[in-house]
């Protein structure tokens, strides 16, 4: 379930909704708090993966000219 809502102080960004989630997944999760690893080593591990692929899909959105047209992906 997404933590972003709308209410919240509007960010700019493009896919600042997903950035936020992948944000505080990484932060959040055992392999960070308990095991005490970078964000980085728990990435290459597979945590967040699923969030991980939403946020590039956003980004890479961007870039897709047929975007004009759809509208980005994400929230």
Known sequence: MPKYYEEKEEDNRACSGIREDFKSCLLQHDCVLKEGKS?????KEGHCKALQVS???????????????RGRKGY
């Open 39 to 43: 964000p980085s080593e728990c990435l």
């Open 55 to 69: 946020f590039f899909e956003c980004k890479r959105s961007m870039l897709d000219t047929r975007s004009r047209f």
